[in-house]
């Protein structure tokens, strides 16, 4: 990323890098647990986020809960978070590009976050885990096929 973007984004106070790693690690969470796809629209800020996902129901408690205990297992396993470049054909092949801007470039830059995730990103995050603090769904809803889960980090 350019320098200029990078402050431009670092300037922004409602850019919360911590946020934004935890959504990284809720969207594969989903993906694994209902082999859903990643949040089709995020709204993430530095007091509570939320991510809205193509469903056909509401979530359970139950469901809730496993949710919250895995993200926090994933966060817990202090992952190292890395950045790699891939050339835009192979990039393709492996990850869906359809949120990245049509003018992005040749070289697509993805996040890794140890071996749980990886996904096409130009934002800011965490470089490991431990630092986004503890994670917690505050509700979610359905509503013509779309749930949204709205969540929070605690920090000591
Ligand atoms: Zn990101």
């Not at 040749?106 to 603090?133: F, N, Q, W």
Request: one cysteine or more; proline letters at 2%; aromatic letters at 8%.
């Amino acid at each position: 990323m350019n320098e200029e973007l990078y402050q431009e984004i670092k300037s922004n106070k409602q850019y919360n890098p911590q946020m934004h790693s935890a959504e990284h690690i809720l969207n594969q969470t989903m993906v694994r647990m209902f082999n859903c796809g990643r949040s089709f629209s995020n709204h993430i800020e530095k007091k509570k986020s939320k991510c809205d996902y193509h469903f056909d129901r509401n979530l359970t408690e139950e469901e809730i809960n496993l949710i919250n205990h895995k993200v926090n297992e994933v966060i817990q396993l202090n992952l190292n978070v890395v950045e790699e470049f891939y050339q835009k054909d192979e990039a393709k092949e492996k990850f869906n590009l359809s949120k990245l801007p049509e003018d992005a470039g040749e070289k697509v830059r993805v996040i890794k976050i140890g071996e749980y995730d990886a996904c096409p990103c130009s934002g800011l995050h965490v470089s490991s885990t431990k630092e986004i603090g503890s994670f917690k769904i505050l509700s979610s809803d359905f509503k013509e096929g779309v749930l949204r889960i709205r969540f929070k980090l605690l920090n000591e």
